[in-house]
């Protein structure tokens, strides 16, 4: 099922999304469906909060299959690279954001089953986009940042 896709200023997208408990039949369905919403909108990352649920789930399809992560972590990262990055609730809006090159991540996957993996490229840069909105950060606070550090 297509969920509706939520856009800036909506609060929730601000919020700090709460852990998974347990991986239950209800958590499957919504990153089902987040996956159909993701593809329909042509994006190749979604994280809960954006369909409306303050919840630690994401979901990535940067051209390699889908992965699903519950309560997704970043352990380490390495490197930096710089490249241009959009947002599914901020239509219309592309910018270049710096961020770590290499990513390791450990989450559940739908299984309820602890996984680790390591991403590098567009993977690791979807990855940091997406955990960060579990934490009620968007893209486009880095563009801040970055100006604050040229000065
Ligand atoms: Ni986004």
Do not use: W
């Amino acid at each position: 099922m297509i969920l509706p896709l939520i856009t800036v200023p909506d609060p929730i997208l601000r919020q700090k999304a709460r852990p998974v408990k347990k991986v239950s039949k209800r958590i499957r369905t919504l990153a089902q469906n987040m996956l159909e919403t993701m593809y329909d909108a042509e994006g190749v990352g979604l994280a809960a909060p954006q369909v409306g649920v303050a919840e630690r789930v994401i979901v990535i399809d940067v051209g390699q299959g889908p992965l699903v992560l519950i309560n997704p972590k970043l352990v380490s990262k390495s490197g930096q690279e710089r490249d241009v990055e959009g947002c599914l609730s901020i239509p219309g809006r592309r910018a270049y954001v710096t961020r770590a090159a290499k990513v390791k991540v450990t989450g559940l996957n739908l299984e309820g089953k602890k996984i680790e993996l390591e991403g590098e490229g567009i993977l690791a840069r979807a990855l940091q986009h997406e955990i960060e909105h579990l934490d009620g950060i968007l893209f486009i606070d880095h563009l801040a940042e970055e100006r604050e550090e040229k000065r």
